[in-house]
Each structure stands twice: as structure tokens, then as C-alpha cells.
């Protein structure tokens, strides 16, 4: 059976001068692209249009008739997929900022070098694969069911999840633990929702945010004249929350004196004022969050230990997203999916490699840093997908190791790129380079084990790690497809993955 040839990739060139046509042509035509022409913006967005779309269109800001900005604009209109890199001689800010505020992939300078060029139409190319392949990627959730915001399947949210329903039918005082950024408002929220407070108001006050002299004040209100710049009389949050659910966030950080009040609330349900003699009654749910460790706080008597034991009635402690590798697909859509409602991003997708990228990254900021990293990274993105190239520069270094890891060493025996020339010194076409050969599984686990012969960590462990973070990434996150793959059950990826 004959082999079935591969088409090679279409290039139009858009530009209303000649020379500059040809010269780029020639060099993109040496690496065996495709080169389409258009003398004029008007021309080359019928081209576009006209179809197939081109994989990569270079397109001039300067040209008689419509501008190449404004040309950029009906093409990305028409088709938002479509990949633009603008030329320019004059690279001057306004150029730039405009080039990436209408969706161009890059600009390059005239004269061109080449090598730059060639190098910035294989990432382009790249880029417009990895968009073509996450054409039929599909949301892992259904962003309405978690209108809690709390995501996530994994065994250890399943037990999260549980606690919450146990303990919205009374009125138990809840102690919740876990680092920053691990969600610990939400679970205190979907705590009041589901509670017969949820009728009644919930307010969150972050200890943390207040300074001493004024936590007491914010808390429980204070009389007209009781200090400096004390003009009226004013409830505190206390009084403000009467029947409801206050949440006590960072509760690590109060002052001692203050923490004796808040036992009083507990204990007798009562507050009194700052410089206020009135004691008054109110009805309200504590829950309270810390991410400090409060047993070494009460040794050390620097949180009352009382007090604990009033707050640590039922504790749930929120994993970090290290411990919930799983979890991390279905969190990626639900953000994507409200960034899409809410209209902030039209970015709807995810690349599998990006994903790998994702769920690999061990996330000290937890899901607070993912969030932003896929807001910052949805804004930045030219397509409907983020790629791997819209990650931020330390999560896309720790990709570029993880291929290198398998890649084939390079030959040194390789021409070096051309020289920096000007177009109209473009050498003849060449002939195009061999793909290099996909490394072998062989040559795969020798690399492997050059690479960590020196690390600590066990070489099978590392492995199984990355084998599983793999698979998971693959599949979207669908655990029962993901154990397939691996030829393990549901239940022993799921062990790996805690494990990872």
C-alpha cells in the first residue's frame, strides 16, 4: 500500500509591494510551504474568505488602501481560528500594542532575517495544529451544576462534600483548615446556602485585612464618642449578621483580646458595643478558617485554647490541588465556562498538552493561582483555545524540560540557520528537511534514566506519576477512561493519583 502523501502547509503572503512578496515567498517556500500571494488587504481577506483558509497568513500594516490593522480585523472576523503575523518597518509601540489588540500571533521587522522568519512561521503553524485538535474538545462539567463553585471529583472533595451536607442541619460551630487559595470561603458559603440560615445574611471578615485596633470595632460596633473619629453610632458585623452565618476568615490572625469576645459570642450568644454598657443578644452562626497551624498556636499561647475547642467543633480540612491532580480539568472548564458568561474571554478550550501542562504543575498557590493563570492566559490566547504558548513563561519552561526529556539529541553535524539578510538576498529554494524520527520507547527510558539516575525520588515512582498526571490529561480528567489506557482500575488510578 502506497503511503498517502501529507499536504504541506498554505501560506498567503498579503502586501502591496512586489520585491517584499517575492523575497518572503522564496524563503518560506524553501522549507516546502505552500506560498499564496495577495497584492492588497482587500484581495487577500477574499482569499480567506474564498477558502480553504490558509494555515498562516503575513500580512503588511502598510499598504495602499486598507491597512493591514484594519485587514487583520476582517479576517479574525471571519474567521477567529485564522493565524496572522503582520510585517512592519517601523516597530514603533502603537504598532505593537494594536497588532496583539486585534488577535495577531506576532509581528516581524523588514527587512527580515529568515531564520526569524522561518522560526516564527513553524510556531505559528504549531500554534494552528493545536487548535485544529482540540476542534471537538468537549467541557468535562456542566459549569451550572456547581453554583457553589466548589469543583471536583476526587475521593478527597467527595469527603469535603459529605461533611458540608452533614453539618448544614444544625447550627455547629465549623473549623475550616487548608493553605491559601484552597477555596475555604466557598465551603463556607455552600454551608450557609444549604442551611435554614440561607435565608439570612452571610458575611465574610477577613481578621487578617483588619488592623487591631479596629477589629474589635468592625466586629461589634462601637458608641458615638467611644474613640478618635468615632462621629456616629455604628452596628458591627455582629449585629449586621443577626440570624445569619458570619464567617470568621485567617481567625489565626487575632489579637488575643479580641479572640476573649468572640468566646463570648459563643458561649452567651451576647456582645456589647466599643464604650458601649448595653449588652445585646445576638443569633449567629460561626464558622471560622485559618491556613496557620492553631495546636502549636495554643502551646505557644498565642491563640486561646478554649476558644479552639469552641470553634473546632467540626473541622473540614480543604486539600491543596496537589493532593487533587484529578480535579484540575473539571476546574480549568468551570472557569472557562463563567470567563465565557460573564464575557470576559471568548476562549472556550484547552490543547491536551496545555492541559498535561496544567495538571502537572504543582500549584503552590492552589486553585486561587490556577484561576488567574487561565484568566491571564484566556485574555492572551489568538484562538478559541489556549495552547501551550499561552501559559506563562514558567509553566511553559517546565513543559519545554518535559519534552526534552524524550526528545532525540540533536545532530551536530546540522546546518546552522542562514545568516541575517536582507529579502532581496534570499538564497534558492532548498530542499526540505526530513522529519526527524519519533524516538523509540527504547531510546524514551534511556533518556529517562540519564535524567534521574542522580534524583532521589525513585525512578518507578517517577514514572508512574507522570504516566498517570498523562493519562488524566489525555482524557480530560474521565478517570474511567484514563484507568483504560493504563490497563488499571478506577479505584488504583484513583490511588495514584492522591499519590501524586
Not at 347 to 361: F, I, N, Q, T, W
Not at 412 to 424: G, K, L, M, W
Not at 463 to 483: F, H, N, W, Y
Request: with cysteine; hydrophobic share 45%.
Amino acid at each position: 500500500m502506497s503511503d498517502v502523501p501529507v499536504k504541506s502547509p498554505t501560506i498567503l503572503v498579503i502586501d502591496d509591494d512586489a520585491e517584499i512578496r517575492y523575497s518572503l515567498s522564496r524563503v518560506l517556500s524553501s522549507r516546502g510551504y505552500q506560498v499564496a500571494e495577495a497584492p492588497s488587504g482587500e484581495q487577500g481577506i477574499a482569499l480567506v474568505k474564498k477558502g480553504p483558509p490558509p494555515d498562516l497568513v503575513f500580512l503588511d500594516v502598510r499598504m495602499g488602501g486598507m491597512s493591514g490593522i484594519e485587514a487583520l480585523q476582517h479576517i479574525r472576523s471571519a474567521n477567529p481560528r485564522q493565524l496572522v503575523v503582520l510585517m512592519t518597518a517601523f516597530g514603533t509601540a502603537q504598532t505593537a500594542i494594536e497588532a496583539m489588540k486585534y488577535g495577531a500571533f506576532d509581528y516581524v521587522m523588514k527587512p527580515f532575517d529568515p531564520a526569524k522568519v522561518l522560526a516564527l512561521a513553524q510556531n505559528a503553524l504549531k500554534a494552528h495544529a493545536d487548535l485544529r485538535a482540540v476542534g471537538d474538545y468537549k467541557p468535562t462539567i456542566n459549569a451550572d451544576d456547581y453554583r457553589e463553585g466548589i469543583v471536583g471529583n476526587s475521593p478527597v472533595m467527595q469527603d469535603v462534600f459529605k461533611v458540608i451536607g452533614q453539618v448544614t442541619a444544625s447550627d455547629v460551630t465549623v473549623m475550616i483548615t487548608g493553605e491559601s487559595g484552597t477555596g475555604k470561603e466557598l465551603v463556607a458559603r455552600g454551608i450557609w446556602k444549604h442551611s435554614h440560615r440561607a435565608n439570612k445574611p452571610f458575611i465574610a471578615v477577613n481578621c487578617a485585612a483588619i488592623p487591631d485596633n479596629l477589629i474589635e470595632s468592625e466586629l461589634f460596633g462601637h458608641e458615638k464618642g467611644s474613640f478618635t473619629g468615632a462621629t456616629v453610632q455604628r452596628l458591627g458585623k455582629f449585629e449586621l449578621c443577626d440570624g445569619g452565618t458570619i464567617f470568621l476568615d485567617e481567625i489565626g490572625d487575632m489579637a488575643l483580646a479580641t479572640q476573649t469576645k468572640i468566646l463570648r459570642v459563643l458561649q452567651q450568644g451576647e456582645i456589647q458595643r466599643v464604650g458601649g454598657t448595653e449588652t445585646i443578644r445576638v443569633d449567629v452562626r460561626i464558622i471560622a478558617a485559618t491556613n496557620k497551624d492553631l495546636e502549636e498556636m495554643v502551646k505557644s499561647k498565642t491563640f486561646r485554647e478554649d476558644l479552639y475547642y469552641r470553634l473546632n467543633v467540626v473541622r473540614i480540612r480543604m486539600p491543596p490541588l496537589r493532593e487533587r491532580g484529578e480535579d484540575i480539568p473539571q476546574i480549568v472548564d468551570f472557569c472557562l465556562q463563567n470567563l465565557v458568561k460573564q464575557k470576559k474571554t471568548r476562549v472556550s478550550k484547552v490543547s491536551p498538552e496545555a492541559m498535561a501542562v496544567l495538571v502537572r504543575h504543582r500549584w503552590p498557590g492552589n486553585v486561587r493561582e490556577l484561576e488567574n493563570v487561565i484568566y491571564r492566559s484566556a485574555v492572551i490566547a489568538q484562538g478559541d483555545a489556549i495552547l501551550v504558548k499561552d501559559l506563562p513563561v514558567e509553566l511553559q519552561s517546565a513543559a519545554a524540560e518535559a519534552v526534552a526529556a524524550i526528545a532525540p539529541a540533536a545532530d551536530p553535524t546540522a546546518s546552522t540557520p542562514d545568516e541575517v539578510i536582507a529579502p532581496a538576498e534570499v538564497a534558492p529554494a532548498a530542499v526540505v528537511p526530513p522529519v526527524p524520527p519519533v524516538p523509540s520507547l527504547a531510546m524514551a527510558f534511556d533518556v529517562i534514566f540519564d535524567q534521574l539516575k542522580t534524583n532521589e525520588e525513585p525512578v518507578l515512582a517517577r514514572v508512574e506519576r507522570e504516566l498517570v498526571i498523562r493519562a488524566l490529561a489525555a482524557d480530560a480528567g474521565d478517570e474511567t477512561k484514563a484507568a483504560k489506557r493504563l490497563g488499571l482500575t478506577k479505584a488504583a488510578l484513583q490511588k495514584r493519583a492522591r499519590e501524586t
